[in-house]
């Protein structure tokens, strides 16, 4: 079965960059139904999603990150990488990686779902 | 930004009550609405998706109902393993957005 495991740095200073990897085991990384995502949990709140991106490199952000947020895709080595640029304290967080499959057409395009996740990495943002 | 808003933010409930979750969308998102389980120290797992879809593996206590801007998440018979944190997610246009959970907690 499909299996997300991320990677990276636990600590990171502030405003330097954050560096995660996720690498993909088990299945159709170049799959069109599926896409990829990083989606973050601060301590004892809930969850954000930060980006995702296809096998073939197409982007998209959420905007309150936008300008920090780079996901880039190895599809060569089945993983996908995420770097947030000039971190805080703010982003202190648990870090997941995720599979979104992309489900029945609707009104606006297909009804997707964040269907497999990764065991999340916990990054400290701190001197 | 679409946003979220699940009631309760928290319920006690005992072995074999009846659960009901509900998550309203600040607009209409149609039947793009997922809902997830959390349990502490876990990623979230998928349990509903497309409003009423149950996941594969996922108990048929759970069912899930709604379109529009009002959806609902139904525990027919809570068992031990259900006591988690609860969320919904619309993937109506991006950003997507989480509900802010809900804790079901053993009374």
């Known amino acids: 079965q499909v299996q997300l495991q991320e990677s990276g740095p636990g600590l990171v200073k502030p405003s330097q960059t954050l560096s995660l990897t996720c690498t993909v085991s088990g299945g159709s990384f170049s799959s069109g139904s599926y896409y990829w995502n990083w989606i973050r949990q601060p301590a004892g709140k809930g969850l954000d999603w930060i980006g995702r991106?296809?096998?073939?490199?197409?982007?998209r952000y959420n905007p309150s990150l936008k300008s920090r947020v780079t996901i880039s895709v190895d599809t060569s080595k089945n993983q996908f990488s995420l770097k947030l640029s000039s971190v805080t304290a703010a982003d202190t967080a648990v870090y997941y990686c995720?599979?979104?499959?992309?489900?029945?057409?609707?009104?606006?395009?297909?009804?997707?779902?964040?269907?497999?996740w990764g065991q999340g990495t916990m990054v400290t943002v701190s001197s | 930004d679409i946003q979220m808003t699940q009631s309760p933010s928290s319920l006690s409930a005992s072995v074999g009550d009846r659960v009901t979750i509900t998550c309203r969308a600040s607009?209409?998102?149609?039947?793009?609405l997922n809902w997830y389980q959390q349990r502490p120290g876990k990623a979230p797992k998928l349990l509903i998706y497309a409003a009423s879809s149950l996941q594969s593996g996922v108990p048929s206590r759970f069912s899930g109902s709604g379109s529009g801007t009002d959806f609902t998440l139904i525990i027919s018979s809570l068992q031990p393993e259900d006591f988690a944190t609860y969320y919904c997610?619309?993937?109506?246009?991006?950003?997507?957005?989480f509900g802010q959970g809900t804790k079901v907690e053993i009374k």
């Open positions: 997610q619309h993937s109506y246009a991006t950003p997507w957005t």
């Open positions: 995720v599979r979104a499959s992309r489900g029945a057409v609707g009104a606006t395009g297909t009804i997707d779902s964040f269907d497999i």
């Open positions: 607009q209409t998102i149609s039947s793009y």
């Open positions: 991106i296809f096998a073939s490199g197409s982007t």
